[in-house]
């Protein structure tokens, strides 16, 4: 059975940083494709970066340069490492494999103005 635990969510002012955890178990992290994904109050979830199984890494144009998708594969660990937060980072975050249908509890972060 597949569990998903994001952590690492909070309270930050404009310009901070968070970083995201999401330990996996009943998976491998190191052979499959993985997301990070939110959504926002009164909006449709989205995609925010993907990393491969191989480490290649994919952003939203929104978060380009400002958050970085990284995997331990010891600590079977997926990252979300983010800096210069905006107000409009401000969602409930949720990490998955890409190919998978089902959503752990999320991550709230919230970025006061």
């Known amino acids: 059975q597949v569990q998903l635990v994001e952590s690492g969510g909070g309270l930050v002012q404009t310009g901070g940083s968070l970083r995201l955890s999401c330990v996996a178990s009943?998976?491998?992290?190191?052979?499959?494709?993985w997301g990070w994904y939110r959504q926002a109050p009164g909006k449709q979830r989205e995609s925010v970066a993907t990393?491969?199984?191989?480490?290649?890494?994919n952003y939203a144009d929104s978060v380009k340069g400002r958050i970085t998708i990284s995997k331990d594969n010891a600590k079977n660990t997926v990252y979300l490492q983010m800096n210069s937060l905006k107000p409009e980072d401000t969602a409930v975050y949720y990490c998955?494999?890409?190919?998978?249908?089902?959503w752990g509890q999320g991550t709230q972060v919230t970025v006061s103005s």
């Open positions: 998955k494999p890409t190919w998978y249908s089902h």
């Open positions: 990393i491969t199984a191989r480490g290649s890494t």
């Open positions: 009943g998976i491998i992290v190191s052979t499959n494709p």
